[in-house]
C-alpha cells in the first residue's frame, strides 16, 4: 500500500504547486488521479475558446444596431422581429423543420430495415453491400451535385423540398446502416429467439424485445440525420431556387453575402439556427456517448 | 421442447416452414429501399461523372460537346495551374485541420474522462458546437472577423494591432483565420468519438499498470494510446475525406477568397460546374479527387494496419 502511493506520487512533480490533491484512499485508481489545476486549467482556457463565439453572436443579436458595448443592455428583440417577419425566416424555419423531421424518419426507418438484415442474416451479396457501404463514404455529395441535379431534373423534383430530403436522406444512410446494425449486432439474437417460441412472428418480436434496447442508438441515429439536414447547405442552395422553399442556412448565407452585412440580422438569424440543434443536443448527449460506445466503433 | 412441438396440433408444421421459409427472400426486402436509393442517386451520378469526364459538356457551348477521350485529364495535369493550386490548398487544409482537431479532441476528451466536479456540465459546453452548422459557423466567425465590430476592435482598444483589421480579406491572415473557425466546430466531434471509446478501456489494465509502478504518462502511452488507435485511425480518416469534400465553411467563410487563396479542389469544381457550366471538365476533376481519396484511404488504412491489433 506505502509503495503504491509513493509510485503514484512521484511521475507527477508539479505537484509542487500545493495543489489541493490530497483525496481519501478510496479515489486510489490512477486514471483518475490528475491534480485538479491540470483539469480546469485547460478546460477554461479551452471553455473561453468554445464560449465567447456564443456570447458573441448573442451580443450582436441581443444590442441594438451600431452599439459597440461588450454587454447585450439596453436588451432589444428588433433583430430577431426583422429577420423573422422581413427577411422570411419564418418560412425559412418552417421548411428546414420539414427536412429535418422528414429525414430523420425516412434515413431511421430505411437504415433500421437494412441494418437488422445485415446483423441477423447471411446472404449472398451481404459482403458486397457492406463494402458498397463503406465506399459511399468517399463519394463527396459536393462532387456529384451537377448529375443530381439533373436526376431531381428529370424528376421534376427541383424546387421541391423532396429532392433535398432524398439527397440528404441517400447520403446520411449507409453511415446509419452501419451503426445501426452494430446496435442490433449487441442484442443477443437469442432473446429475439425466445420470443419467437414464446408465439411472436419476427416483426412483433423485434417490436417488442429488440426496439427498447435500440433506443440509445436510435436517438444517436435519428438526431444525427436530424441535425445534419437541418445543417445541410449545399442542397438545399442548388436545388430550391424558390425563396419561399429556402432552408435556414440559405437563408444565412443570402444574409452573408448581402454587399453590406446587416450584423444584427445575421446574429439572430444565426441564434434562430441554433436553437433547435442546440436543444436536440442536450437531450441527446448522454445517449450519443453511450450509442457511440455500444456500436461506433465496433462497427 | 421440440418434441412438444411435433406433437402439437397440426398448425404447428406449416408456421415452422412459413419461419424457415421467409429469410431467405427476407434480407433483400429489407435492405431493397436503401439498395434502390442508393443505386439510383449515388451510384447512377457516380457513373454519370465517369461519363461525362470522357466528354465536351458545357450547355452553354453545345456545338462543342462530344467524346473527348483523356483531353480533360490531360488539360488538368498539364495545362490548368488553378487545379495544382486548389489541390495543394485541400491537402494542406486537410493534414493542418485534421491534425489540430485531433490533438486538441484527444486532450478534450482525456480530461473530461476525468472525474471532476462540474464534469457534465463541461462535457456539455466543451462539445456544444459539435452540431453547429458550417454556415451558422461561418456567421458567427464573420461577426468575430468583421473589421468594425470585430474582435480586432477590442484588441486594438487594448493596443493589440491596429484597427479596422480584417482577418478574412488579408491573404497573410486568411488561412489560419479560417483553420481557427473550422476548429472550433471541429474539435467536439474527435472529443465525442475518443470519449465514447475512453468509455470501454478496461479499468483492471490500469490497476495492473500502476501495481507494476508505470507513471500517468506510461499508462497513457500503453494502455489508453493502443486501445484507441482503431478508433483514431477510422476517426481521422472519415475527418480527412469529410473536411477534403465539405465546402459549406469556406464557401460562405471566404467564398475561396481573397484572390483564390482559400479554394479547395471541390470549391473550384462547384464553381467550374456551376458558374462556367463546364461539366465535362469539373466531372473529370472530380474523378481526380475522388481517385485521389480513395488511393490515399488506402494508403493510410494500409500503414496505420487498421484492425490489425484485435485479430
Known amino acids: 500500500m506505502i509503495t503504491k502511493e509513493a509510485t503514484e506520487i512521484t511521475p507527477v512533480p508539479v505537484r509542487v504547486t500545493g495543489a489541493p490533491d490530497r483525496r481519501p484512499s478510496r479515489h486510489r485508481r490512477a486514471w483518475d488521479e490528475a491534480p485538479r489545476w491540470q483539469i480546469y486549467l485547460p478546460l477554461s482556457i479551452y471553455l473561453v475558446f468554445t464560449l465567447v463565439p456564443f456570447y458573441w453572436i448573442l451580443l450582436f443579436a441581443l444590442r441594438p444596431a451600431g452599439s459597440t458595448s461588450l454587454v447585450p443592455w439596453p436588451m432589444t428583440f428588433e433583430h430577431f422581429e426583422k429577420v423573422w417577419n422581413e427577411r422570411d425566416f419564418a418560412v425559412y424555419f418552417q421548411n428546414s423543420v420539414l427536412t429535418g423531421v422528414a429525414t430523420l424518419l425516412l434515413t431511421t426507418g430505411v437504415a433500421l430495415a437494412g441494418g437488422y438484415a445485415l446483423a441477423r442474416f447471411d446472404f449472398r451479396i451481404k459482403r458486397g453491400f457492406m463494402l458498397a457501404l463503406l465506399c459511399t463514404q468517399f463519394v463527396p455529395g459536393a462532387l456529384l451535385l451537377v448529375p443530381l441535379f439533373q436526376i431531381f431534373a428529370e424528376l421534376k423534383m427541383i424546387n421541391s423540398l423532396g429532392s433535398v430530403i432524398i439527397a440528404e436522406t441517400v447520403f446520411q444512410l449507409p453511415l446509419s446502416m452501419i451503426l445501426i446494425s452494430g446496435f442490433i449486432r449487441n442484442v443477443p439474437y437469442s432473446l429475439e429467439e425466445a420470443a419467437w417460441v414464446d408465439g411472436c412472428n419476427r416483426l412483433t418480436a423485434f417490436r417488442i424485445v429488440v426496439l427498447p434496447l435500440l433506443r440509445p442508438g436510435l436517438i444517436a441515429v435519428g438526431s444525427f440525420a436530424f441535425v445534419h439536414a437541418w445543417n445541410h447547405f449545399l442542397f438545399a442552395l442548388m436545388f430550391l431556387s424558390d425563396q419561399t422553399k429556402q432552408t435556414i442556412p440559405v437563408g444565412l448565407n443570402t444574409l452573408m453575402s448581402a454587399d453590406s452585412v446587416d450584423l444584427g440580422a445575421l446574429a439572430a438569424g444565426g441564434i434562430i439556427a441554433a436553437v433547435p440543434v442546440v436543444l436536440v443536443f442536450a437531450f441527446i448527449q448522454k445517449w450519443l456517448i453511450t450509442g457511440f460506445s455500444a456500436g461506433a466503433v465496433k462497427g | ?311
Open chain 2, 1 to 311: 421442447m421440440a418434441q412438444a412441438a411435433a406433437v402439437a396440433k397440426p398448425p404447428a408444421p406449416p408456421r415452422r416452414r412459413r419461419a424457415s421459409a421467409t429469410p431467405r427472400r427476407l434480407p433483400y426486402l429489407l435492405i431493397a429501399p436503401a439498395a434502390l436509393l442508393m443505386l439510383g442517386f449515388i451510384a447512377y451520378p457516380v457513373i454519370s461523372v465517369f461519363y461525362y469526364s470522357l466528354q465536351n459538356y458545357n450547355p452553354t457551348k453545345p456545338w462543342r460537346n462530344g467524346y473527348a477521350g483523356f483531353d480533360n485529364f490531360v488539360h488538368a495535369f498539364t495545362d490548368d495551374p488553378q487545379f495544382w493550386d486548389t489541390l495543394t490548398f485541400s491537402a494542406q487544409w486537410v493534414f493542418v485541420e485534421v491534425g489540430l482537431q485531433l490533438l486538441f479532441g484527444l486532450a478534450l476528451a482525456l480530461i473530461v474522462n476525468q472525474t471532476f466536479v462540474g464534469r457534465s456540465l463541461g462535457r456539455a459546453l466543451v462539445f456544444s458546437p459539435w452540431a453547429v452548422s458550417g454556415v451558422l459557423t461561418s456567421a458567427i466567425w464573420v461577426l468575430l472577423y468583421n473589421s468594425q465590430t470585430g474582435i480586432t476592435r477590442y484588441l486594438a482598444d487594448m493596443g493589440v494591432g491596429e484597427y479596422g483589421t480584417s482577418w478574412l480579406s488579408d491573404t497573410s491572415t486568411v488561412f489560419p483565420a479560417a483553420i481557427v473557425a473550422d476548429l472550433w466546430r471541429g474539435v467536439p466531434f474527435f472529443a465525442i468519438l475518443i470519449l465514447a471509446d475512453l468509455q470501454s478501456v478496461s479499468k483492471d489494465l490500469y490497476e495492473a499498470a500502476e501495481v507494476d509502478g508505470a507513471s500517468r504518462i506510461k499508462q497513457f502511452w500503453h494502455i489508453t494510446l493502443p486501445h484507441l488507435k482503431d478508433a483514431i485511425v477510422l476517426s481521422t480518416l472519415l475527418r480527412a475525406v469529410w473536411e477534403f469534400n465539405n465546402v459549406d465553411l469556406l464557401y460562405t467563410l471566404t467564398g475561396g477568397g481573397p484572390a483564390g487563396e482559400t479554394t479547395t479542389l471541390p470549391l473550384y469544381i462547384a464553381n467550374t460546374s456551376v458558374d462556367a457550366h463546364n461539366f465535362g471538365y469539373a466531372s473529370a476533376l472530380t474523378t481526380v479527387a475522388f481517385v485521389i481519396l480513395l488511393f490515399c484511404s488506402m494508403v493510410y488504412l494500409r500503414l496505420s494496419k487498421f484492425g490489425g491489433g484485435e485479430k
